[in-house]
């Protein structure tokens, strides 16, 4: 099969690149041309581990190009994907389809004989009608078809997830469309992955109802942490006793400091939005929003709390930025509302994050960037681990305690032992673990 992937960011160049290791014929087509003559030079826009190597890899054997020449990208594909970004529009939280329509318009103008046109961004319900009726009005050939293929693969497991999908959702309208996808997708069938044909706008919804749920069950064990502080209970041993459960499950129950990235924020706005418009009350999800907001506003107060009730003339070190492990994503990452309350304060903030930084310090004014943990320690009152990055899970506590100022561990992931922190001469708060214990 022929490929085109509209979009070069986080899904388009994983899902370009997988698909180009399955053996398909595939061209990359971003409107950046410092991503595209990166990718020509083998640097990656994005950290993901293993992206590197995998491009390179079928870059070499000639099954993967770059360019950002949409009409050169687009001949003789057999489908074309559209992997643009569907951030949340300012003001209300609306999916912004600009790229999207944008993408359409250019691919209508190109298309030199039919093909499928798949969206893979996520977007509300109907998006696949309105880019049909572009792609008609722009003059793309007769016969070319629009289908909805949303994408679940997760930042820091991306190329793990997209080769063992957990299943593979596919829209479409027409037998074509069906046919080709079927194509794309059969050496994933081969390896059992289940595809689930459906109508187009179901598949846009699943995407929205997914992310929703799974935000869901997140603001949920967040909640029930602030209960077992309450009454002296332990929210990791309520989340393996429930989660043990197989009609519960025990993925998404980490209660932490509120889900951030660049998909559960907008993609729940999203989903409020299309109820909205279509009247019809959805008070779980917007109570999900709402608890969540709240969530990443209190983190600060837990370190204020933590180390005495003044922030101001404090230093806080902060260790972990991105809004999870294995990824250099900033977009709405909590660390961004915590830092943002600790200034607000009067603190003085330090940081590390072992790959992010380059995303980060754009977004964070007035926040010192450390070389490691251990610098970050240096002289600070308070140390907060926001993001559990795997070098952060075996800290030789007694030497960062050696080197601070006062001597607090505020760890919103729930990485350490309270007994091993205090051992270490650090007072030690965590998340949802009850001080009765
Ligand atoms: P991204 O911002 O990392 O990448 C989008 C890319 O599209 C950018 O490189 C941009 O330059 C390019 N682009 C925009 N308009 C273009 C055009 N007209 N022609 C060519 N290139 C164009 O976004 P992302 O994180 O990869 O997300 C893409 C979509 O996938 C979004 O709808 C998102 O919700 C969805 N999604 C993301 C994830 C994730 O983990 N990031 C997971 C599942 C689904």
Not at 64 to 72: G, H, Q, R, S, V
Request: charged content about 25%; overall charge negative; some cysteine.
């Amino acid at each position: 099969m022929r490929i085109c992937m509209i979009g070069t960011g986080y899904v388009g160049l994983v899902s370009g690149a997988c698909f180009a290791d399955f053996g398909h014929d595939v061209t990359c087509v971003d409107k950046m041309p410092e991503k595209i003559e990166g990718l020509l030079a083998g640097k990656m826009p994005i950290w993901e581990p293993g992206l590197e190597a995998l491009v390179k890899h079928n870059a070499e054997h000639g099954r993967l190009k770059f360019t950002t020449d949409l009409a050169e990208g687009i001949r003789d594909a057999d489908a074309v994907f559209i992997a643009v970004g569907t951030p949340a529009r300012r003001g209300d939280g609306h999916a912004d389809l600009s790229f999207v329509y944008a993408a359409a318009k250019e691919i209508a103008g190109a298309l030199t004989r039919k093909a499928v046109v798949v969206t893979k961004s996520t977007v509300p319900v109907g998006t696949g009608d309105e880019i049909t009726r572009i792609l008609l009005e722009n003059g793309a050939p007769e016969g070319t078809s629009v289908a909805s293929n949303p994408e679940f693969l997760r930042e820091g497991a991306a190329i793990r997830d997209f080769k063992i999908p957990d299943r593979i959702v596919v829209g479409a309208e027409d037998e074509f469309a069906r046919e080709v996808l079927r194509e794309v997708y059969r050496p994933l069938f081969l390896n059992k992955a289940p595809i689930l044909f459906t109508g187009r706008r179901t598949a846009e919804l699943i995407k929205y109802a997914a992310n929703a749920f799974l935000a869901t069950k997140i603001s949920f064990i967040n909640e029930i942490a602030d209960l077992c502080e309450a009454v002296g209970a332990d929210v990791q041993e309520v989340s393996r006793g429930i989660g043990l459960d197989n009609r519960i499950g025990p993925k998404f129950l980490h209660a932490g400091p509120g889900y951030g990235g660049s998909c559960f924020p907008k993609d729940t706005l999203a989903l409020l939005q299309t109820a909205e418009k279509e009247g019809v009350g959805m008070r779980i999800v917007n109570s999900v929003v709402e608890v969540n907001d709240a969530r990443k506003a209190a983190m600060a107060d837990r370190v204020r709390e933590a180390i005495g009730g003044e922030l101001t003339g404090k230093k806080v070190g902060v260790l972990g930025l991105t809004f999870k492990p294995n990824t250099d994503d900033m977009r709405d990452a909590p660390s961004l509302a915590l830092i943002k309350r600790l200034q607000e304060g009067g603190a003085e903030v330090i940081a590390f994050d072992p790959v992010g930084r380059e995303q980060a310090e754009p977004m964070l004014p007035g926040v010192t960037f450390a070389e490691d943990a251990y610098k970050v320690a240096a002289g600070a009152d308070a140390l907060v681990l926001v993001t559990e990055w795997d070098e952060f899970r075996a800290l030789d506590l007694r030497r960062l305690a050696g080197t601070m100022r006062s001597k607090h561990l505020i760890d919103l992931r729930n990485v350490y032992d309270r007994a091993d922190v205090e051992r270490a001469g650090l007072s030690y708060r965590g998340i949802g673990r009850g001080e009765r214990q």
